[in-house]
Nanobody, 122 residues
Framework: VQLQASGGGLVQAGGSLSLSCAAS????????MGWFRQAPGKEREFVAA????????KYADSARGRFTISRDNAKNTVYLQMNSLKPEDTAVYYC????????????????WGQGTQVTVSS
């Protein structure tokens, strides 16, 4: 499966952004999906994950209550709605596809998109 993330940009603290990740190549609904992020000088970290059907979600503590992950299997797309953004949310955001259930473990996702930059100014 090929993944293409988009929607990043520059936003002021307190603002919102919506990321999208379009999938192609294999049946999208057969994959669990996740969003991860990597800030400069830091390791890639989990943000949110979603089951194949969209009925089960998991969030990092830093994202819970501010971010919402969702998917549209008819459009082969997963979304990450980010509200109340903070400067510490600045990172490159990656979408990933996994063959297991909802997981925060990076090794559970063999397929990755190219990343989209999110910059939150204070």
């Amino acid at each position: 499966v090929q993944l293409q993330a988009s929607g990043g940009g520059l936003v002021q603290a307190g603002g919102s952004l919506s990321l999208s990740c379009a999938a192609s190549g294999r049946t999208f609904s057969s994959f669990s999906m996740g969003w991860f992020r990597q800030a400069p000088g830091k390791e890639r970290e989990f943000v949110a994950a979603l089951s194949r059907s969209g009925g089960s979600t998991k969030y990092a503590d830093s994202a819970r209550g501010r971010f919402t992950i969702s998917r549209d299997n008819a459009k082969n797309t997963v979304y990450l709605q980010m509200n109340s953004l903070k400067p510490e949310d600045t990172a490159v955001y990656y979408c990933a596809a996994g063959l297991g259930g909802v997981s925060s473990y990076i090794n559970m996702y063999p397929y990755w998109g190219q990343g989209t930059q999110v910059t939150v100014s204070s």
